[in-house]
Protein backbone atom coordinates (compact mmCIF):
# COMPACT_ATOMS: atom_id res chain seq x y z
CA UNK A 1 0.00 0.00 0.00
CA UNK A 2 1.57 3.49 -0.63
CA UNK A 3 1.49 5.43 2.31
CA UNK A 4 0.66 8.93 2.92
CA UNK A 5 4.38 10.27 2.69
CA UNK A 6 4.91 8.35 -0.22
CA UNK A 7 2.36 9.68 -1.92
CA UNK A 8 3.17 13.18 -0.74
CA UNK A 9 7.05 12.79 -2.48
CA UNK A 10 5.18 11.31 -5.57
CA UNK A 11 3.09 14.49 -6.21
CA UNK A 12 6.19 16.85 -5.24
CA UNK A 13 8.84 15.58 -8.02
CA UNK A 14 6.48 16.62 -10.99
CA UNK A 15 6.05 19.87 -9.14
CA UNK A 16 9.76 20.02 -9.12
CA UNK A 17 10.19 19.37 -12.45
CA UNK A 18 7.94 22.57 -13.51
CA UNK A 19 9.84 24.42 -12.32
CA UNK A 20 13.14 23.59 -13.59
CA UNK A 21 13.18 26.25 -16.73
CA UNK A 22 15.78 26.63 -19.59
CA UNK A 23 17.02 29.43 -17.88
CA UNK A 24 18.36 26.68 -14.89
CA UNK A 25 20.20 24.77 -17.55
CA UNK A 26 23.90 24.71 -16.88
CA UNK A 27 25.84 26.48 -19.82
CA UNK A 28 27.73 23.29 -20.72
CA UNK A 29 24.37 22.03 -21.99
CA UNK A 30 23.46 24.57 -23.80
CA UNK A 31 23.83 24.55 -27.96
CA UNK A 32 27.07 26.55 -28.53
CA UNK A 33 26.92 29.36 -31.27
CA UNK A 34 29.71 29.30 -33.24
CA UNK A 35 30.92 32.86 -35.11
CA UNK A 36 30.90 32.97 -39.16
CA UNK A 37 33.88 35.03 -39.31
CA UNK A 38 37.08 32.86 -38.62
CA UNK A 39 40.18 32.92 -40.27
CA UNK A 40 39.85 30.25 -42.51
CA UNK A 41 36.62 31.44 -43.41
CA UNK A 42 38.31 34.66 -44.24
CA UNK A 43 41.08 33.52 -45.94
CA UNK A 44 39.29 31.02 -48.16
CA UNK A 45 36.55 33.78 -48.89
CA UNK A 46 39.98 36.14 -50.27
CA UNK A 47 41.35 33.91 -52.19
CA UNK A 48 38.79 33.39 -55.17
CA UNK A 49 39.00 37.13 -55.96
CA UNK A 50 43.05 37.43 -55.09
CA UNK A 51 43.31 34.58 -57.80
CA UNK A 52 40.73 35.95 -60.02
CA UNK A 53 42.85 39.28 -60.29
CA UNK A 54 45.78 37.48 -60.97
CA UNK A 55 44.76 35.89 -64.17
CA UNK A 56 42.62 39.06 -65.24
CA UNK A 57 46.04 40.18 -65.26
CA UNK A 58 47.58 37.59 -66.81
CA UNK A 59 44.92 37.83 -69.82
CA UNK A 60 46.19 41.34 -70.49
CA UNK A 61 49.77 40.43 -70.43
CA UNK A 62 49.23 37.68 -72.64
CA UNK A 63 47.40 39.76 -75.36
CA UNK A 64 50.72 42.58 -74.57
CA UNK A 65 52.71 39.75 -75.40
CA UNK A 66 50.51 38.70 -78.47
CA UNK A 67 50.40 41.70 -80.02
CA UNK A 68 54.68 42.36 -79.20
CA UNK A 69 55.50 38.88 -81.36
CA UNK A 70 53.00 40.46 -84.05
CA UNK A 71 54.95 43.53 -84.44
CA UNK A 72 58.26 41.89 -84.07
CA UNK A 73 57.56 39.58 -86.93
CA UNK A 74 56.25 42.40 -89.28
CA UNK A 75 59.54 44.25 -88.38
CA UNK A 76 61.51 40.75 -89.45
CA UNK A 77 59.52 40.89 -92.78
CA UNK A 78 61.10 44.68 -93.62
CA UNK A 79 64.43 45.33 -95.83
CA UNK A 80 67.90 45.03 -94.15
CA UNK A 81 69.25 47.96 -92.89
CA UNK A 82 72.60 49.99 -93.63
CA UNK A 83 73.83 50.92 -90.46
CA UNK A 84 75.29 54.57 -90.27
CA UNK A 85 78.46 54.99 -89.23
CA UNK A 86 77.60 56.82 -85.95
CA UNK A 87 74.90 54.68 -84.06
CA UNK A 88 72.05 56.51 -82.27
CA UNK A 89 71.75 54.46 -79.00
CA UNK A 90 68.92 55.50 -77.56
CA UNK A 91 66.63 54.34 -80.70
CA UNK A 92 68.00 50.38 -81.02
CA UNK A 93 65.04 49.43 -78.38
CA UNK A 94 62.78 50.95 -81.44
CA UNK A 95 64.61 48.54 -84.03
CA UNK A 96 65.23 45.43 -81.90
CA UNK A 97 64.52 42.12 -84.11
CA UNK A 98 65.36 44.35 -87.32
CA UNK A 99 67.81 42.78 -90.19
CA UNK A 100 70.86 44.58 -91.02
CA UNK A 101 73.56 44.24 -93.22
CA UNK A 102 77.04 44.26 -92.47
CA UNK A 103 80.67 44.23 -93.96
CA UNK A 104 83.93 44.04 -92.37
CA UNK A 105 87.01 42.04 -90.49
CA UNK A 106 86.81 39.99 -87.34
CA UNK A 107 88.46 41.38 -84.72
CA UNK A 108 89.56 38.00 -83.47
CA UNK A 109 91.99 38.72 -80.60
CA UNK A 110 89.05 40.58 -78.56
CA UNK A 111 86.53 37.30 -79.32
CA UNK A 112 84.15 36.15 -75.94
CA UNK A 113 82.43 32.85 -75.77
CA UNK A 114 79.35 32.92 -73.85
CA UNK A 115 77.79 29.93 -72.37
CA UNK A 116 77.29 27.47 -71.47
CA UNK A 117 74.58 26.84 -74.23
CA UNK A 118 72.92 23.87 -76.03
CA UNK A 119 71.83 23.40 -79.67
CA UNK A 120 70.03 20.05 -80.25
CA UNK A 121 71.56 18.32 -77.45
CA UNK A 122 75.07 19.51 -78.39
CA UNK A 123 77.13 21.32 -75.56
CA UNK A 124 78.39 24.51 -76.44
CA UNK A 125 78.98 28.48 -76.78
CA UNK A 126 78.14 31.10 -78.77
CA UNK A 127 80.74 33.36 -80.17
CA UNK A 128 80.86 37.36 -79.67
CA UNK A 129 83.37 38.61 -82.10
CA UNK A 130 83.68 42.54 -82.60
CA UNK A 131 83.08 43.30 -86.40
CA UNK A 132 85.52 46.45 -87.89
CA UNK A 133 83.23 47.74 -90.40
CA UNK A 134 84.38 49.17 -93.65
CA UNK A 135 83.99 53.19 -92.32
CA UNK A 136 86.30 52.12 -88.93
CA UNK A 137 83.61 51.81 -86.79
CA UNK A 138 83.19 48.34 -84.58
CA UNK A 139 79.68 46.65 -83.13
CA UNK A 140 79.78 43.28 -81.44
CA UNK A 141 78.32 40.29 -83.27
CA UNK A 142 77.38 36.87 -81.97
CA UNK A 143 78.16 34.61 -84.50
CA UNK A 144 76.05 31.94 -83.31
CA UNK A 145 76.83 28.20 -81.39
CA UNK A 146 80.06 26.25 -81.48
CA UNK A 147 80.62 23.03 -80.09
CA UNK A 148 82.65 22.59 -76.89
CA UNK A 149 84.70 19.74 -79.02
CA UNK A 150 85.88 22.43 -81.50
CA UNK A 151 87.04 25.35 -78.82
CA UNK A 152 90.36 24.29 -78.70
CA UNK A 153 91.28 24.18 -82.24
CA UNK A 154 89.30 27.47 -82.68
CA UNK A 155 88.40 27.00 -86.53
CA UNK A 156 86.12 30.10 -85.90
CA UNK A 157 89.00 32.71 -85.17
CA UNK A 158 91.11 31.74 -88.71
CA UNK A 159 89.12 33.95 -90.65
CA UNK A 160 90.65 36.66 -91.84
CA UNK A 161 89.12 38.04 -95.21
CA UNK A 162 86.45 40.59 -95.23
CA UNK A 163 82.81 39.38 -95.04
CA UNK A 164 79.17 40.32 -95.45
CA UNK A 165 76.88 39.13 -93.33
CA UNK A 166 73.41 39.29 -92.49
CA UNK A 167 72.07 40.15 -88.97
CA UNK A 168 69.63 41.63 -86.17
CA UNK A 169 69.67 43.67 -83.91
CA UNK A 170 69.37 42.99 -80.21
CA UNK A 171 69.87 44.44 -76.90
CA UNK A 172 71.44 43.60 -73.60
CA UNK A 173 69.28 40.47 -72.42
CA UNK A 174 67.18 39.93 -68.85
CA UNK A 175 68.54 37.77 -66.89
CA UNK A 176 67.08 35.72 -63.83
CA UNK A 177 68.15 35.16 -60.75
CA UNK A 178 69.70 31.83 -61.83
CA UNK A 179 72.42 33.29 -64.61
CA UNK A 180 75.44 33.64 -63.18
CA UNK A 181 77.05 37.12 -63.14
CA UNK A 182 79.54 37.55 -65.81
CA UNK A 183 83.69 37.68 -65.23
CA UNK A 184 85.08 39.71 -68.10
CA UNK A 185 88.18 39.04 -66.39
CA UNK A 186 87.76 36.05 -66.49
CA UNK A 187 86.91 35.30 -70.16
CA UNK A 188 83.72 34.14 -68.09
CA UNK A 189 80.36 35.65 -70.15
CA UNK A 190 76.91 33.56 -69.61
CA UNK A 191 74.55 36.40 -71.01
CA UNK A 192 74.91 39.85 -73.48
CA UNK A 193 76.02 42.83 -71.48
CA UNK A 194 76.23 44.67 -74.33
CA UNK A 195 77.93 47.55 -71.88
CA UNK A 196 80.35 45.51 -70.50
CA UNK A 197 81.41 43.61 -73.71
CA UNK A 198 81.76 46.92 -75.84
CA UNK A 199 84.49 48.04 -72.91
CA UNK A 200 86.09 44.66 -72.91
CA UNK A 201 86.42 44.84 -76.86
CA UNK A 202 88.42 48.24 -76.43
CA UNK A 203 85.36 50.63 -75.53
CA UNK A 204 84.52 54.27 -77.11
CA UNK A 205 88.26 54.88 -77.05
CA UNK A 206 88.57 51.98 -79.56
CA UNK A 207 85.86 52.76 -81.98
CA UNK A 208 83.29 49.87 -80.62
CA UNK A 209 80.17 50.92 -80.05
CA UNK A 210 77.46 49.24 -77.66
CA UNK A 211 75.45 47.42 -80.42
CA UNK A 212 74.69 43.85 -80.42
CA UNK A 213 73.86 42.29 -83.61
CA UNK A 214 72.90 38.36 -83.73
CA UNK A 215 73.85 36.69 -87.31
CA UNK A 216 71.28 35.02 -88.88
CA UNK A 217 71.35 31.40 -90.44
CA UNK A 218 69.38 30.46 -93.12
CA UNK A 219 70.84 27.40 -94.56
CA UNK A 220 69.09 24.14 -94.11
CA UNK A 221 69.98 21.44 -91.74
CA UNK A 222 72.64 19.59 -93.85
CA UNK A 223 74.45 22.84 -93.98
CA UNK A 224 74.36 23.52 -90.48
CA UNK A 225 75.37 20.05 -89.60
CA UNK A 226 78.21 20.81 -91.65
CA UNK A 227 79.26 23.70 -89.81
CA UNK A 228 78.86 22.21 -86.79
CA UNK A 229 81.35 19.55 -87.67
CA UNK A 230 83.86 22.31 -88.64
CA UNK A 231 83.29 24.32 -86.11
CA UNK A 232 82.32 26.57 -87.74
CA UNK A 233 79.70 29.12 -86.01
CA UNK A 234 75.94 28.75 -86.52
CA UNK A 235 73.65 31.80 -86.39
CA UNK A 236 70.35 31.86 -85.43
CA UNK A 237 67.25 31.58 -87.64
CA UNK A 238 65.45 34.10 -88.80
CA UNK A 239 62.63 33.66 -86.16
CA UNK A 240 61.06 36.03 -82.97
CA UNK A 241 61.72 33.73 -79.94
CA UNK A 242 60.05 35.07 -77.25
CA UNK A 243 58.74 33.10 -74.11
CA UNK A 244 55.38 33.11 -74.00
CA UNK A 245 53.68 31.57 -70.98
CA UNK A 246 50.83 33.83 -69.97
CA UNK A 247 47.94 31.48 -71.14
CA UNK A 248 49.18 28.72 -69.01
CA UNK A 249 48.91 31.20 -66.37
CA UNK A 250 45.58 32.38 -66.86
CA UNK A 251 44.18 29.00 -67.15
CA UNK A 252 46.25 28.79 -63.52
CA UNK A 253 44.67 31.42 -61.65
CA UNK A 254 40.97 31.00 -62.91
CA UNK A 255 40.94 27.74 -61.72
CA UNK A 256 42.21 28.57 -58.95
CA UNK A 257 39.86 31.05 -57.94
CA UNK A 258 36.96 28.78 -59.47
CA UNK A 259 38.24 26.04 -57.26
CA UNK A 260 38.36 27.95 -53.80
CA UNK A 261 34.96 30.01 -54.88
CA UNK A 262 33.45 26.41 -55.02
CA UNK A 263 35.23 25.20 -51.57
CA UNK A 264 34.09 28.46 -49.88
CA UNK A 265 30.52 27.80 -50.57
CA UNK A 266 30.65 24.25 -49.77
CA UNK A 267 32.09 25.34 -46.36
CA UNK A 268 29.26 27.90 -46.26
CA UNK A 269 26.80 25.36 -47.45
CA UNK A 270 28.34 22.78 -44.07
CA UNK A 271 27.92 25.30 -41.51
CA UNK A 272 24.45 25.78 -42.27
CA UNK A 273 23.23 22.99 -42.19
CA UNK A 274 25.13 21.66 -39.00
CA UNK A 275 22.91 20.92 -35.82
CA UNK A 276 23.52 22.66 -32.63
CA UNK A 277 24.12 20.56 -29.53
CA UNK A 278 20.12 19.84 -27.80
CA UNK A 279 19.39 20.63 -24.40
CA UNK A 280 18.94 17.65 -22.67
CA UNK A 281 15.26 16.65 -21.65
CA UNK A 282 14.28 15.91 -18.14
CA UNK A 283 10.37 14.93 -18.67
Known amino acids: MLSFRSFKLHLAIPRARSFYTKSDVPSIYKPRKESWI ?43 LS ?34 RVREGVHGVHVVTPLIRENGSTVLVDRGFVSNDHL ?3 AFQKEQREVEMLGMLRTSQGRNVFTPDNHPEQGQWYWNDVPAMAKQAGGAAGGVQ ?35 SHLSYVVTWYSLSALTAAMFVALLKKRKQAPGRKLPRFT
Not at 233 to 242: D, F, H, K, Q, S
Open 210 to 244: EVFIEQIFEGHAGEANTRLSKGVPIGRPPTVELRN
Open 152 to 154: KDA
Open 38 to 80: TPTMVLIGVIPFFTFGLGTWQLKRLKWKINLIDELEEKLQLPP
Open 83 to 116: LPHKVNLSVIPEFTFRKVFLKGRWDHAHTMLMGP
